[in-house]
């Protein structure tokens, strides 16, 4: 049995995202958790007071890693096309973390702490200085980054569930529509 001090912070997050990889959002418990890691359950409160505080640093974690993949990805790119690649990134980025971007999201809009917001603005300040090369309006760049998140979120969550599988159109295809519609900043 794995005693406590062999137990880290990262081990039971990388512990948690496979688990909830290989279940859903919600199967990271505790338990579920212990049993992975061989300890008991009591060893995780030294370092997560409770679901929602594990909840938080797997979040503070996803962005981390999303932070990580757009500056590897859209290095390079500037206006509209670094824009459109960071949509891009964070779109197939979300979709092959389905899982753990649905417990994001679902920790988002419950949290009030800070560290979200943070991770949200400094999200929000990576695609403005890509939108800041051909929009110098703040309500025009605050619209597009609305519209650029509404928009992963929508194609995540609605491909991630298999409503967007339709012979009609690709799902690339359409998202790629939609962001062009959001950057048309002469319609704004």
């Given at each position: 049995m794995t005693q406590k001090r062999d137990l880290s912070e990262d081990k039971i997050i990388q512990a948690s995202i496979e688990i909830i990889t290989d279940g859903n959002y919600d199967s990271a418990t505790f338990k579920s958790i212990a049993?992975?890691?061989?300890?008991k359950t009591q060893a995780l409160y030294f370092y997560f007071k409770n679901r929602d505080d594990l909840n938080l640093a797997l979040t503070k974690y996803y962005f981390d890693k999303l932070d990580d993949k757009i500056k590897t990805e859209c290095l390079g790119y500037s206006g509209?096309?670094?824009?459109?690649q960071v949509a891009k990134v964070m779109r197939k980025f979300g979709l092959n973390n389905l899982s753990l971007s649905l417990l994001v999201l679902k920790t988002a809009e419950i949290s009030k702490d800070e560290t979200i917001g943070d991770e949200t603005l400094h999200l929000r300040?990576?695609?403005?200085?890509?939108i800041e090369k051909f929009v110098t309006d703040d309500k025009v760049k605050m619209t597009i980054t609305r519209g650029i998140r509404s928009l992963v979120i929508g194609e995540v969550v609605n491909e991630g569930i298999g409503w967007f599988h339709n012979p009609l159109?690709?799902?690339t295809d359409s998202f790629e529509i939609n962001l062009n519609k959001i950057l048309d900043v002469k319609n704004l």
């Open positions: 049993e992975k890691l061989d300890c509209k096309a670094g824009i459109i300040m990576m695609m403005n200085t890509f159109i690709k799902n």
